[in-house]
């Protein structure tokens, strides 16, 4: 591409989001150009559905599907309408011109009418070493009780939950309809999730509450066998048997790269400036999927969202009198 060739939309990240934006994208001819990411030990290009073996919640595949398979299957459908994909970062942007100047990781300098934000969130780890081997291969170790808690390898087990917020309570009380028992692990003696959600879980005869402690070590060679409870205070370390661990300390929105431009919430979520819409602060950049959802954070909400900023990117490029 020449330096006077301008994109009509480039979409910044993969995943149900950026791939179904893509997709409906290149069925509007808008030849959308996707920078899917690159690869790092945080993040792959396919966002966390990368991480997460079988998805059983996503229709149109009644006998499941693996997480890499779907975003395999969702990239391949966004390139066969003529979809272009580089396996790069953003990681500047420059909103002030039109138009919009965007900076590669690799040093190309993109321009764009119209910019779709797709950059997703990142799950916070307790980064232990058998911790990233087992999520990563499906071992029982998983950063979303919602999305992995149903499977049978879960069914009448004794699972562990990890964090003292809302999404903590969120996913211990969703684990007991499954599990036989579930180990709530807290490092302090009390919870900072809201009031309601304390007395539904502390209530739930099926949770056990382990205040002033972490899990310090992670057990098993092809699946979760146990975990290492260390007493936060006194040093203390015991060994708990289980079969699965659910990291429930929160999600970090990936918008550092766009240096305040785009209004967001206090923990960098990107918030739309209007209901119903993918609209951001800045007229023709459009913030889908879970880069804007700090409340679902699912694949089937990700990639409704996804065809809103493509619909919402179409409509806005054919007011310019860009088609």
Known sequence: MSSNDVEKVVIIGSGPAGWTAALYAARADLNPLVYEGAPTQEMIPGGQLMFTTDVENYPGYPDGVTGQEMMADLKKQAERFGTRVITDDIAKCDFSQRPFVLQALEGEEIKAHAVIIATGAKAKWLWLDNEQRLAQSGGGVSACAVCDGALPVF?????????????????????????????????????????????????????????????????????????????????????????????????????????????????????????????????????????????????????????????????????????
Request: charged letters at 25%.
């Open 155 to 323: 069914r009448n087990e004794h699972l562990v939950v990890v964090g003292g917020g809302d999404t903590a309570m969120e996913e211990a009380e969703f684990l007991t309809k499954f599990a036989g028992k579930v180990s709530v692990v807290h490092r302090r003696d009390e919870l900072r999730a809201s009031k309601i959600m304390q007395e539904r879980v502390l209530g739930n005869a099926k949770v056990e509450m382990l205040w002033n402690s972490s899990v310090t070590e992670v057990y098993g060679e092809n699946a979760i066998s146990g975990v290492q409870i260390t007493d936060t205070q006194t040093g203390e370390a015991r060994d708990l048997d289980c079969k699965g661990l659910f990291i429930a300390i929160g999600h970090e929105p990936n918008t550092k790269f766009l240096e305040g431009q785009i209004t967001t919430d206090e923990t960098g979520y990107i918030e739309p400036v209007q209901p119903g819409s993918t609209n951001t602060n800045i007229e023709g950049v459009f913030a889908v999927g879970d880069v804007s959802d700090k409340v679902y954070r699912q694949a089937i909400t990700a990639a409704g969202s996804g065809c809103m900023g493509a619909l919402d990117a179409e409509r806005w490029l054919g007011a310019q009198g860009i088609h």
